[in-house]
């Protein structure tokens, strides 16, 4: 009984950032007060806050740009993680584990050590504030996880498949296709939600290689909204877009929750 109620507790006050930002997102913009902030307000405004913010940030672009980024970066990080994966394990590389570790190891790098290089690099190789750039840069991002993952799961597939499937005639590349990718649903479905999320809430390299509207992340977006609070942007406003922009990553993780857990089990990450 006690310790039932603790946890109700503890949980009251990890839902209390999320009640507050419920709460006063969708209170009208001109009767916030701090000092009510705990009161909700009889007039729900939170598609009027939103659509307010939606005007003001030109947030049409940035949502457009950030679901190109989060989906085609992911696809793209977790078919190569399962290339690096497959040739690793199934197919024994030479100094296997070596490679891995090539392709593993910068992720040990804090990324704001990457900032200064990537801005150059982006500059000189005219990047800089490309959709492709952005591709590029969330792609490479991608692959590590998708790499760990992968590896982890290959590993634990029975090497006859492959020898059967080679038996049969079938190439490498057909083995990987036709055999071990769809072996590997839960898995690429887990390492993709992973990095779609990772993505869609990026704020860092958003702020670094992008300028324009139409390049840049939606979070970007919405830190240029929320820094111009104080220059006449309602607090209402700003909690009501990041509300409703943050609800994407929610409702994938809610229709996906079994395969996810699933994928994470075979990936070896629970």
Known sequence: MIRRLVLVVLGLIWLGPTYLLIVNAARPADT?????????????????????????????QSLASTAVYSVVSPALGVLIGALAGYTIVVLRLRHGFFWFMVIFGGTIFPSQMLLVPLFVGYSDAGLYDTRLGM??????????????????????????????????????LRIFLRVYLPLATSALAA????NFTFIWNDLLFGLTLSQTAEVRPVMTALAGLLTDVYAGTP?????????VVSLPTVVLFVATQ??????LALGGLS
């Open 135 to 172: 591709i590029v840069v969330y792609t490479t991002i991608s692959v590590p996880l998708s790499a760990f993952v992968l590896r982890n799961f290959f590993t634990g597939v029975a090497f006859s498949i492959f020898e059967a499937a080679r038996m049969d005639g079938a190439s490498t």
């Open 191 to 194: 390492v993709f939600i992973l």
């Open 32 to 60: 916030y007060d701090p000092s009510r902030a705990w009161l909700p307000s009889p007039d729900f405004s939170l598609v009027e806050n939103f659509l307010l913010a939606w005007e003001r940030a030109d947030l049409a």
């Open 235 to 243: 607090v209402p406003v700003g909690l009501a877009a990041g509300l």
């Open 258 to 263: 079994r395969m996810f857990a699933r994928g």
